[in-house]
C-alpha cells in the first residue's frame, strides 16, 4: 500500500545544493507535514506514495529557498528617496531623518509586508532582519508565511523606537518573549555597528547572546571611513576591538565585509564568522567590493544580502548571485572564482548555516522544512540549458519564479502570490510615498 502523503512535487531538476556539485534529473519531492520526507525517482515516487497534490514542474528547476542574510526590510517604503549619494551623506541627511519623522510600528509592519511580497515572489523563504519595532516586523513575516530571523536592534543613541541601549534591549527581549514558539521566527541580537555601539553595551549584547544562545548581527568594515573613525577613537581598527570585546564566533554574522586586510580575514576564519555579502548595495553606495574569494579561500562562511531597498533598490537574491560570482572572477582576475554552485550555496545553505538554521533549512535535504523555489526555464532567455545551475546563476532573474513554498505551504503559485492582493499593497506603498514626500499637486 502506497504511503499517504500530502504533496509530490516531479520537476526537471532538482538542486540540493548539499551534497555539493550535485544535480538530480527526473526526480520527486515528497512532502509531508511541511517537511522532505524523500528524494527519489519519479517512477519510484509514484509507486511508493499516495500525496494529496501533485505538482508538476516539467521544464522547472527546483532549488531551496533564499536566505537573505542582511535586510532592513521595513526600508522597501524608502526605496529611491535618495539615491547616488555617499553612504554618510545617505544616512545622515536623507535616510535618518525620513526614519525619525516617520519610523513607527506601523511603518515597519506596511514597509516588512512590501518586503515580503517582494521576495517571497523572488524565491527567498528566509530573511534576516535588522530594523526598529521588531514585533511588527515579526507580525508581518507571520502574515506572509515567511520565515525570519528578527533582530533585536541596539544602539547608543535613542531614536523614537527606543530611549537608550537598555531600552532597545529590553523591548527587543520582550518581542523574543512573546514570539520565540513561532516555528517560522528565530531572533538574533544586532547591534548595529562598531561606530554606534560603545564598548559597555557590546558587553552586555554578548552576554546577551551567550546566556539565549542567540546569533549576533552587525555592520562590519563597509567604509573605509568607518576603520578611520575606529582607528581614531579606540585605537584599533573595528574587526580587532570585537575581538578583544570577545565577540568572534560563529554566531557573528558581519554584513558587508569590505575593507579586511590577511590577517582579519584569518581571524574570520580562525573565529568560523560569517560575512554576509550585500554586493548591490555596496556598489551603489560606492562602498567597495568585498574580498570574496580571498575568505572564501580561508574557509570563512558567506552569505547573501541585499540591504535594504532604500540603497539597493531590489530585494533579488538572483541578483547577488550572479554580481557575486561576476566581481568575484574581476577581483581575483580568475574566471574560476566563486562558481556558479558556490555562488548557490551562499544564496542558500550559506545564510541558513550562519542563522543556526542549517538543520532547518538551506538545502534540500530528508527532514528538513520543505523550503523551496521553483524556477520556470522554459523561456526565451533561458534556453538552451546545458547546465541547469549555471543557468539559474548567470542568466535567470526573480521573473522567472512560478511556485514558492515555505514549511510546506504554497505562498507564490504560478508566479503568483497567495491569499495577498497585490493591488492593495502597491497602494499601500503610494500612501506611504505621499507621507514620507508628498507629490506637488
Known amino acids: 500500500m502506497n504511503t499517504p502523503i500530502d504533496l509530490l512535487i516531479e520537476a526537471r531538476w532538482i538542486i540540493p545544493v548539499e551534497p555539493a556539485n550535485i544535480v538530480l534529473e527526473n526526480f520527486a519531492l515528497a512532502v509531508d507535514k511541511g517537511k522532505i520526507v524523500a528524494i527519489l525517482q519519479q517512477t519510484e515516487a509514484n509507486a511508493r506514495f499516495f500525496p494529496k497534490q501533485i505538482k508538476k514542474l516539467p521544464h522547472h528547476v527546483l532549488i531551496p529557498g533564499f536566505v537573505n542574510l542582511h535586510t532592513h526590510a521595513a526600508m522597501t517604503l524608502l526605496r529611491g528617496l535618495a539615491d547616488d549619494l555617499p553612504l554618510m551623506e545617505w544616512l545622515q541627511k536623507h535616510i535618518w531623518p525620513a526614519e525619525a519623522k516617520h519610523a513607527s510600528a506601523h511603518f515597519v509592519y506596511d514597509g516588512t509586508a512590501l518586503a515580503c511580497a517582494e521576495m517571497l515572489r523572488g524565491g527567498t523563504t528566509c530573511f534576516n532582519d535588522m530594523y526598529f519595532y521588531p514585533k511588527a516586523a515579526a507580525e508581518a513575516a507571520l502574515a506572509f508565511g515567511m520565515r525570519a530571523s528578527i533582530g533585536l536592534i541596539a544602539l547608543d543613541f535613542p531614536t523614537p523606537y527606543a530611549a537608550d541601549s537598555d531600552d532597545y534591549l529590553a523591548k527587543g527581549l520582550a518581542t523574543r518573549d512573546e514570539l520565540r514558539d513561532e516555528p517560522l521566527l528565530s531572533f538574533c541580537l544586532a547591534p548595529h555597528a562598531p561606530y554606534t555601539v560603545s564598548d559597555?553595551?557590546?558587553?552586555?549584547?554578548?552576554?546577551?547572546?551567550?546566556?539565549?544562545?542567540?546569533?549576533?548581527?552587525?555592520?562590519?568594515?563597509?567604509?573605509?571611513?568607518?576603520?578611520?573613525?575606529?582607528?581614531?577613537?579606540?585605537?584599533?581598527?573595528?574587526?580587532?576591538?570585537?575581538?578583544?570585546?570577545?565577540?568572534?564566533?560563529?554566531?557573528?554574522?558581519?554584513?558587508?565585509?569590505?575593507?579586511?586586510?590577511?590577517?582579519?580575514?584569518?581571524?574570520?576564519?580562525?573565529?568560523?564568522?560569517?560575512?554576509?555579502?550585500?554586493?548591490?548595495?555596496?556598489?551603489?553606495?560606492?562602498?567597495?567590493?568585498?574580498?570574496?574569494?580571498?575568505?572564501?579561500?580561508?574557509?570563512?562562511?558567506?552569505?547573501?544580502?541585499?540591504?535594504?531597498?532604500?540603497?539597493?533598490?531590489?530585494?533579488?537574491?538572483?541578483?547577488?548571485?550572479?554580481?557575486?560570482?561576476?566581481?568575484?572572477?574581476?577581483?581575483?582576475?580568475?574566471?574560476?572564482?566563486?562558481?556558479?554552485?558556490?555562488?548557490?550555496?551562499?544564496?542558500?545553505?550559506?545564510?541558513?548555516?550562519?542563522?543556526?538554521?542549517?538543520?532547518?533549512?538551506?538545502?534540500?535535504?530528508?527532514?528538513?522544512?520543505?523550503?523551496?523555489?521553483?524556477?520556470?526555464?522554459?523561456?526565451?532567455?533561458?534556453?538552451?540549458?546545458?547546465?541547469?545551475?549555471?543557468?539559474?546563476?548567470?542568466?535567470?532573474g526573480r521573473e522567472y519564479v512560478s511556485d514558492v513554498w515555505v514549511a510546506g505551504q504554497i505562498r507564490v503559485a504560478d508566479g503568483h502570490l497567495l491569499e495577498t492582493s497585490e493591488i492593495e499593497l502597491i497602494n499601500l506603498a503610494a500612501l506611504w510615498q505621499n507621507q514620507i514626500r508628498p507629490r506637488n499637486v
Request: aromatic share 4%.
Open 200 to 396: 559597555r553595551n557590546f558587553a552586555r549584547v554578548l552576554t546577551l547572546a551567550e546566556q539565549c544562545d542567540l546569533p549576533i548581527h552587525l555592520h562590519l568594515h563597509e567604509t573605509a571611513h568607518e576603520i578611520e573613525d575606529s582607528e581614531q577613537r579606540f585605537g584599533v581598527r573595528p574587526l580587532e576591538r570585537l575581538h578583544r570585546l570577545g565577540l568572534l564566533s560563529p554566531g557573528l554574522i558581519g554584513a558587508h565585509g569590505i575593507h579586511f586586510n590577511a590577517e582579519e580575514i584569518a581571524l574570520l576564519a580562525q573565529y568560523g564568522c560569517t560575512i554576509a555579502h550585500c554586493p548591490s548595495s555596496n556598489l551603489k553606495l560606492a562602498s567597495g567590493i568585498a574580498p570574496i574569494t580571498a575568505l572564501s579561500a580561508q574557509g570563512v562562511n558567506i552569505g547573501l544580502g541585499t540591504d535594504g531597498a532604500a540603497s539597493n533598490n531590489r530585494l533579488d537574491l538572483f541578483q547577488e548571485m550572479r554580481l557575486a560570482a561576476l566581481l568575484a572572477k574581476a577581483q581575483s582576475g580568475r574566471a574560476d572564482a566563486i562558481g556558479a554552485h558556490q555562488a548557490l550555496r551562499m544564496a542558500t545553505l550559506g545564510g541558513a548555516q550562519a542563522l543556526g538554521l542549517d538543520a532547518v533549512i538551506g538545502s534540500i535535504s530528508n527532514g528538513k522544512a520543505a523550503d523551496l523555489c521553483a524556477i520556470d526555464i522554459n523561456a526565451i532567455g533561458l534556453t538552451p540549458c546545458y547546465d541547469p545551475v549555471s543557468l539559474l546563476v548567470y542568466s535567470a
